[in-house]
């Protein structure tokens, strides 16, 4: 029994407190590696002393060179540790390595003996020396790597400090007697332990601590509970010097509720201090319930939580209206509407102990189709705990036979990239073409074919937009459709990708005289517009006005099926995608001169509306299936429908006409919620309008909680931290002044590219090597005329006598290529979650901000003609360095401060909105 509760506790504590943690090597340029996602396959280990063990070691597919840990013990000199390895493969071998975090020196090295390897059952024990080191305020590095039978190594870390350790044994013994007399009902045993028990008899079932009175400490609630495991200590937090520790535990327990099980999750946290007598200083027990299966092994079968955890987040439709199936609780079911029978196809938890492991976080499922027979395509991809890849990480094509029941495996191609970089391109574009064994995916600017019966991957095109928004698809996801250029606004040619039965066919479209944008897709026709150059108003934000010449609609095959093209001296511009086709507002051009130049504007004059319908489908009834009535009767089927009849105007819900009564089928407009959802250990925590809401929420949970953006590619934008406060170490701030009083840009790319690169670069260098824009400085017929800072720097960059300007992202993403050529990421465009997205990661971004840090003042731009258009600027640019934010403040370098400096979030998001959303990093 003290074995299957060990397992127990030991799936539960990994599940949770499991996060990715980049590493860095330098080298030329950082390269990064995660945390073994294999749970269920790599063995843990733990530490051991006196029968007690404590704190899990996490399993990291490679070594690491620096390591900030989240858990941390005391060593004697020269005392002998000893682990706890849940494996029993004797022939295993054991290296430790002790390492001085500060100065990354290597204090020992040695492998340790087999003769100090024991089996026990069913894991391993080992000795290990810790030799005599220097007392230090911080603490050493514990490395242990592990491999077997000449498998891939893992790797485990602990944090200690040279410490009488007898202080552990003290905590162990503390926090696991007041542990258990909450449970034995012990109320002398508490009063003893935790000093003036407080009287706050408000506290509830999911909420207790030191200030409540004592019988909602020991757990009267009127609820029937039993303990389902033993927690195993985690310490988190030691401070020798001034006798202060902080330990958790974390279990699980059962509530009897109407003859039926919850399943709810506790975390204990204690706060000890003292020196020769350790005092419990604070006590906090807080729990929710666990909306994860529980498979009851005395009776064989799955139950269920009463959490709200059902929704579904992919469903697929067959055209008869027959089938359904979709992605609910990370498995994959089918809903046969004719026979009422609802059938799992594939799933990751795993029935062979006592908690099913869903690693959500690691792997999901994607349906690629379903026809009219019930068989379905989907794709299985990220970190594979089961299958016929089990260890593996990539993605697998599988095939499901309704009638025949059964699975078949396509193949299966690895990927060197984590879960939510698959999973954010998954979502972004991939394309299966109907019975074919070949996916189109684009990944880090590449739009790759991969073949899954030959796990092959052939490159279609290396020369993709980052920005999801600068690549169009039609509706099929037959043809996608990108500019020449990814990283300028203004582009020559667009190029075409059309998959007609795996064979890709490359096309161009472009026009002699005119510059090419791509307006949008309606269905499976794509807009374009074509426009001279000059003939466009770009605001300070990066919006630009294109005053088309012609627009043209493609269909999936790069052909021309319509053309529109407005009077002379007209122009069409605010070219909408309407519900019917598009919509085509014409205007034309008008100057108005100021006094003072900088107050001289090009403004549009509309003149009337176009609407072009291109729709010449019938109109069909569409019904998308949101929930299913499940077989444990916990959640309903949920179906939108444009044939619909009133039930109960109150409720705004509806019936679907001609659908037979029984089948619970019920309509709910607002259903189907975009925003930003926060994860907590793989679970959906709320679903929020806003980001600043999302980040608020996130708080209230642990450390292994994200943010994501609901809709077509539900993205990742914050991701697990370990620290509060996340600043990236190691990047001295370098002033531009006094030789470059407008050389920000250049100073910031400076402070970039020397945290990469082992021959450092210098401002001077590379204010000297930046693009210029040699256009001089004119006011032609009342209107300032100078140089465009897309195109390269404008003015003298360091002389403020005389004229200048500012430089932008591409003439500075130009120039980082000319020493990382294959690491720059230009992700200007994107939302200002993604640039905090990568500085999480360890990846300080640069980025282009108003010296205010918010948002520009109309009063402050005025609108120069340049070689490339109208140009509206503002003398407040500036650039900086981001390395860093908590859940209120974003940190930076400021080159014209020489300081690192904070702002909040909200204002400098402002600020950068303001300035174009410019922003680069080296990955």
């Known amino acids: 029994m003290k074995k299957l509760g060990f397992r127990i506790v030991l799936l539960i504590v990994l599940i949770s407190i499991l996060v990715s943690f980049t590493y860095m090597e330098k080298k030329d340029i950082i390269s990064s590696s995660t945390v073994s996602k294999g749970l269920d396959t790599d063995p843990v280990i733990m530490l051991r002393k006196n029968d007690v063990i404590y704190n899990v070691m996490y399993p990291y597919n490679y070594k690491m060179d620096i390591l900030i840990g989240d858990c941390f013990t005391n060593f004697s000199d020269n005392e002998v540790v000893e682990l706890y390895i849940t494996s029993n493969e004797k022939t295993a071998n054991i290296s430790y390595e002790i390492t001085n975090l500060i100065t990354g020196e290597q204090l020992k090295k040695s492998k340790i003996n087999n003769k100090n390897i024991i089996v026990e059952g069913d894991h391993l024990t080992a000795n290990l020396n810790i030799p005599e080191l220097e007392k230090a305020d911080y603490p050493y590095v514990l ?124 975390i204990e946290e204690y706060e000890l201090n003292g020196g020769e007598k350790l005092n419990l200083k604070s ?49 994959l079911w089918i809903f046969d509407g004719e026979t009422g029978n609802i059938r799992k196809i594939f799933g990751f938890d795993k029935l062979d102990s006592d908690y099913i492991v869903d690693n959500y976080n690691y792997h999901n499922i994607k349906i690629n189709s379903i026809d009219d027979d019930g068989n379905i395509s989907y794709m299985v991809y990220g970190y594979m705990n089961t299958g016929n890849y089990k260890g593996d990480n990539g993605i697998a094509l599988y095939e499901f036979n309704y009638f025949l029941g059964n699975n078949k495996s396509i193949g299966f191609v690895n990927l060197p990239y984590e879960f939510d970089r698959i999973d954010y391109y998954i979502n972004q574009y991939s394309y299966i073409p109907q019975n074919s064994n070949s996916m189109y995916i ?61 064979l890709p066919e490359k096309i161009s479209i472009c026009d002699d005289k005119l510059y090419v944008n791509l307006i949008g897709n309606y269905k499976n026709n794509v807009v374009v517009g074509y426009y001279d150059i000059c003939d466009t108003i770009e605001k300070l934000n990066g919006y630009i006005t294109y005053l088309y010449n012609k627009i043209q609609v493609l269909n999936s095959e790069g052909k021309v099926i319509n053309n529109y093209t407005p009077e002379q001296n007209y122009y069409y511009s ?69 044939n619909l009849e009133i039930i109960d105007k109150t409720k705004s819900e509806y019936t679907v006409k001609n659908i037979d009564e029984g089948k619970g089928i019920v309509y709910r407009p607002n259903s189907i919620k975009e925003g930003y959802a926060v994860i907590n250990e793989g679970r959906t925590k ?117 004229k200048g300007y500012s430089v932008y992202n591409e003439p500075i993403e130009h120039l980082a290529k000319q020493y990382v050529p294959d690491n720059v990421l230009n992700i200007t465009g994107s939302n200002f979650e993604d640039v905090l997205y990568y500085v999480g990661l360890g990846h300080p971004v640069w980025v282009s901000t108003p010296n205010i840090y918010t948002a520009v003042p109309h009063s402050s731009t005025q609108q120069w003609i340049t070689p490339k258009g109208i140009k509206e600027i503002s003398y407040t640019s500036h650039s900086v360095l981001i390395v860093g934010y908590d859940s209120k403040y974003v940190y930076f370098n400021d080159p014209s401060k020489n300081m690192l400096r904070k702002k909040l979030i909200s204002d400098f998001e402002n600020g950068w909105n303001s300035m174009g959303k410019q922003a680069i990093l080296i990955y």
């Open 283 to 331: 006590f906090n027990r807080t729990g929710s319930i666990k909306k994860d299966f529980y498979y009851d092994n005395s009776n064989k079968q799955i139950n269920i939580g009463t959490g709200t955890r059902n929704s579904i987040i992919q469903k697929e439709e067959s055209a008869n209206m027959r089938f359904v199936t979709f992605v609910k609780e990370n498995q």
């Open 574 to 642: 605010e070219v909408e995608i309407s519900k019917s086709g598009i919509r085509l507002t014409k205007v034309k051009k008008q100057k108005n001169v100021s006094i003072n130049p900088r107050y001289s504007k090009i403004e549009l004059v509309k003149m009337d509306n176009q609407e072009i319908t291109l729709n010449n489908e019938s109109n069909v009834n569409n019904y998308l299936i949101d929930r299913i009535e499940s077989p444990y009767g916990y959640d309903y089927t949920i179906i939108r429908s444009d």
């Open 442 to 502: 684009i990944l880090d600017g590449s739009l790759l074919q991969i073949d899954f019966t030959k796990g092959s991957i052939n490159n279609l095109s290396s020369d993709m937009p980052y920005n999801k928004e600068s690549i169009i698809t039609t509706e099929d996801k037959k043809a996608i459709f990108y500019s020449e250029n990814n990283s300028s606004k203004f582009s020559n040619q667009l190029n075409g990708i059309i998959i007609n039965n795996d």
């Open 143 to 266: 490395s242990i790597t592990y491999s077997e039978n000449n498998k891939r190594s893992i790797t485990y870390y602990q944090n200690f400090y040279v410490e009488d350790n007898k202080v552990i044994d003290d905590i162990n013994e503390q926090v696991t007697q007041l542990h258990n007399a909450t449970f034995s009902k012990d109320k002398e045993t508490i009063n003893n332990l935790i000093n003036g028990i407080g009287q706050d008899t408000t506290s509830d079932f999911t909420n207790v601590n030191n200030n409540s009175d004592i019988e909602h400490i020991i757990w009267n609630f009127g609820k029937d509970i039993v303990k389902m495991n033993e927690p195993i200590i985690r310490i988190t937090n030691i401070d020798n010097k001034n006798k202060k520790y902080e330990v958790e535990l974390k279990y699980t327990i059962a509530v009897r509720n109407n003859y039926e099980f919850e399943y709810w999750d506790f």
């Open 686 to 802: 709320g679903i929020f309008d806003n980001i600043e809401q999302a980040l608020n929420e996130k708080e209230l949970y642990d450390d292994n909680t994200y943010v994501i953006k609901l809709g077509s590619s539900n993205q990742i934008m914050y991701c697990s931290n370990n620290i509060r406060q996340n600043i990236i170490q190691g990047i001295p701030v370098i002033p531009q002044r006094p030789e470059l009083p407008r050389g920000c840009e250049v100073t910031s790319l400076t402070m970039l590219l020397n945290y990469y690169i082992t021959n450092k670069v210098d401002k001077m260098q590379l204010a000297d090597e930046i693009k210029k824009d040699i256009t001089e400085y004119n006011v032609i017929d009342g209107m300032i005329n100078f140089g465009d800072p897309h195109t390269g720097f404008v003015g003298d960059i360091a002389n403020v006598s005389n």
